[in-house]
């Protein structure tokens, strides 16, 4: 039985494309990562990003940034608190009376707060689901990939056999016993001539590995192709 090292049919072309849909996901991620943190100061917050996965962490507000939309809710509410306790001491109103305005300023203000988490939490969200559609498109490439490689993989050695099979079979004797190329129905034919014997068709395992520029051990009597 003897071993040698050949290349797996079709690994390049496996090796490229996985690296391929890699280099596109993360281009991705890198998109999303900028659009999230846009986003937040926009809103008036700002947050740690994982550069990989974009998860947030330590959510805050952003305190040198005045123009963000929790900023300028603030700005609005305060303004509106000290126009209404103005106006109800130009007409000399107090107490209770006067405190109605305030308290309709507080409202407002949380009325856009709310208003501002959701439409927030909703950006986000959406940022994470653009992100995993992306991640399923990578491993269905990836996937699609490998399989083209252990088609070529399995065609290549199929030829192979066949190849080995006709040469041997290719000394015109008329008699004799001759190995012919396996077949993929296990049956044996009987010629005018001579008597064929089938051996029982090979088997194929195939193993692929995450690192580029792999090889295979090719087992020629075996047809066996493993990627280390």
């Known amino acids: ?123 986000l969200h959406g940022y994470d689901a653009t992100q995993t559609g992306a991640e399923t498109s990578m491993n269905q490439s990836i996937l699609q990939s490998k399989m083209q490689a252990l088609q070529a993989a399995l065609q290549a050695q199929l030829m192979s056999q066949q190849s080995v099979g006709y040469g041997q079979a290719g000394g015109g004797d008329s008699g004799g016993t001759v190995d012919a190329p396996a077949s993929p129905y296990g049956s044996s034919a009987t010629p005018t001539n001579s008597t064929v014997n089938k051996p029982t068709p090979a088997t194929y395992g195939i193993t692929y590995g995450p690192a580029a520029g792999q090889r295979a051990s090719a087992n020629k009597k075996q047809g066996v192709y493993t990627i280390h």
């Open 1 to 123: 039985m003897s071993t040698y090292e050949t290349p797996i049919p079709g690994a390049d072309i496996y090796l490229q494309s996985e690296l391929a849909a890699k280099t596109g996901y993360q281009n991705a991620v890198a998109r999303l990562n900028q659009q999230r943190l846009d986003t937040l100061r926009q809103s008036g917050y700002l947050a740690d990003i994982d550069p990989t996965s974009g998860a947030l962490s330590n959510l805050r507000v952003d305190p040198s940034n005045p123009y963000g939309t929790y900023q300028q809710l603030l700005r609005g509410s305060a303004i509106d608190a000290q126009n209404a306790h103005e106006a109800a001491a130009a007409r000399g109103i107090g107490g209770g009376l006067a405190a109605q305005g305030e308290t309709q300023a507080k409202y407002q203000f949380g009325q856009g707060s709310f208003q501002l988490g959701t439409g927030l939490q909703g950006a």
